[in-house]
């Protein structure tokens, strides 16, 4: 079992930017995946074991930025141009696979959470 811990998240206005982290050991792709209250849990973005393949959801790409630093045991996600509708329960998540994807099945460890909300 992977043991995940994720950091960075908060209050910020809409428009402003937040960096998420997540600690993690291991080789597996990563994932970050958010949840607003009353939705379901949706895919955000993917990075893989080597860092050499990231995958974005429309929503979020262009604005998103996935990246990993596997001497800390790291992975980030840079979040700029911030709009409400991003408020959610952000959650890192590893997979098993090379590469990982959109869907929370492929992933069979997840962080507790943080929360980011964008004010308006």
């Known amino acids: 079992q992977v043991q995940l811990v994720e950091s960075g998240g908060g209050l910020v206005q809409a428009g402003g930017s937040l960096r998420l982290a997540c600690a993690a050991s291991?080789?597996?792709?990563m994932g970050w995946f958010r949840q607003a209250p009353g939705k379901e849990r949706e895919f955000v973005a993917v990075?893989?074991?080597?860092?050499?393949?990231?995958l974005y959801a429309d929503s979020v790409k262009d604005r998103f930025t996935i990246s990993r630093d596997n001497a800390k045991n790291t992975v980030y996600l840079q979040m700029n141009s911030l709009k409400p509708e991003d408020t959610a329960v952000y959650y890192c998540?590893?997979?098993?696979?090379?590469?990982?994807?959109?869907?929370?099945?492929?992933?069979?460890?997840w962080g507790q959470g943080t929360q980011v909300t964008v004010s308006s």
């Open positions: 998540a590893a997979s098993p696979g090379v590469i990982g994807g959109p869907s929370p099945t492929q992933y069979d460890d």
């Open positions: 291991g080789r597996y792709a």
């Open positions: 990075i893989s074991w080597s860092g050499g393949s990231t």
